[in-house]
């Protein structure tokens, strides 16, 4: 059983910066994508990026393009989202997600994905 479990999020003004992490267990993760996804109030989930594990491939929606960065520490199973340059739209639920995947694929739909995080609030003021 995967377990995946996030942390990082809080309040941040316009303009700053957070950084998530998504602690993974329970799996050897060389062969898996990982991805950030995020939901806002009345909204529905979105993708933000994912990278695969082995290659280090990386992909990220156009609205977060150039200002996060998604990484990966093999040594520590952990995951993270660097978010610069945050926006008031940015407010969500971040979650971390998982799935088994060889080493040219990329997934960017949740459905894709068979193991989530609980969540983490990220919330932008203006």
């Known amino acids: 059983q995967v377990q995946l479990v996030e942390s990082g999020g809080g309040l941040v003004q316009a303009g700053g910066s957070l950084r998530l992490s998504c602690v993974a267990s329970g799996r050897t993760f060389s062969t898996y994508v990982m991805g950030w996804f995020r939901q806002a109030p009345g909204k529905e989930r979105e993708f933000v990026s994912a990278?695969?594990?082995?290659?280090?491939?990386?992909t990220y929606a156009d609205s977060v393009k150039g200002r996060f960065t998604i990484s990966r520490d093999n040594a520590k199973n952990t995951l993270y989202l660097q978010m610069n340059s945050l926006k008031p739209e940015d407010t969500a639920v971040y979650y971390c997600?998982?799935?088994?995947?060889?080493?040219?694929?990329?997934?960017?739909?949740?459905?894709?994905?068979?193991?989530w995080g609980q969540g983490t609030q990220v919330t932008v003021s203006s």
């Open positions: 997600a998982a799935v088994r995947g060889g080493p040219g694929v990329l997934y960017a739909r949740g459905r894709d994905y068979n193991y």
């Open positions: 990278i695969n594990w082995t290659s280090g491939r990386t």
